[in-house]
């Protein structure tokens, strides 16, 4: 008699909202039958019911976005509007975060990722920074 044997892991996922995109991230993982613990502000967001936990809390606060990561091996986010701080913090204490603080800080600021992209020679629509309201309003005259 042959038994069937599943793959199975106590690998614990956590994802930093839970909309859409965090929704078929969880279809993948389920696949690998990898644990998935879900924070995000909306009690009904597509995730909360084929997460295998799900906690409602506030991506932007420093202490949520670490009391939350405590018991997870790997943090990943899916959205980028979350407390980089405190995935810094995480970091320097040996939390695996994909992708980076550092990078996420750089996608939040819609400038520095302009101008990462012109850095790094890779395409991009033409842009202008104005340092304020009354400089753009002098350079479009």
């Known amino acids: 008699m ?12 956590g ?3 839970g909309g859409q995109l965090g929704k078929m991230l969880l279809y993948d993982s389920i696949r690998y039958d990898i644990y998935t613990k879900v924070m995000d502000p909306n009690k009904n967001a597509p995730c909360h019911k084929i997460c295998n936990e799900f906690i409602i809390g506030d991506l ?4 949520h976005v670490v009391n939350f990561c405590e018991d997870v091996d790997v943090v990943t986010v899916e959205i980028e509007n979350v407390n980089t701080d405190a995935l810094e913090f ?12 550092k990078t996420l800080k750089t996608i939040q600021n819609k400038s520095k990722q302009k101008d990462f992209y012109i850095k790094n020679n ?16 002098s350079d479009s005259k």
């Not at 042959?2 to 996922?13: A, R």
């Not at 629509?125 to 009354?134: A, G, H, I, V």
Request: glycine residues 4%; proline residues 4%; aromatic residues 14%.
């Open 90 to 101: 995480l970091e320097k204490n040996g939390k695996k975060v994909y992708p980076s603080s």
């Open 2 to 13: 042959i038994e069937n044997q599943f793959f199975s892991s106590d690998f614990k996922l």
């Open 15 to 17: 994802i930093l909202g």
């Open 60 to 63: 932007t606060d420093y202490d």
């Open 122 to 137: 890779l395409p991009t629509s033409s842009y202008k920074n104005y340092q304020n309201k009354s400089e753009l309003i």
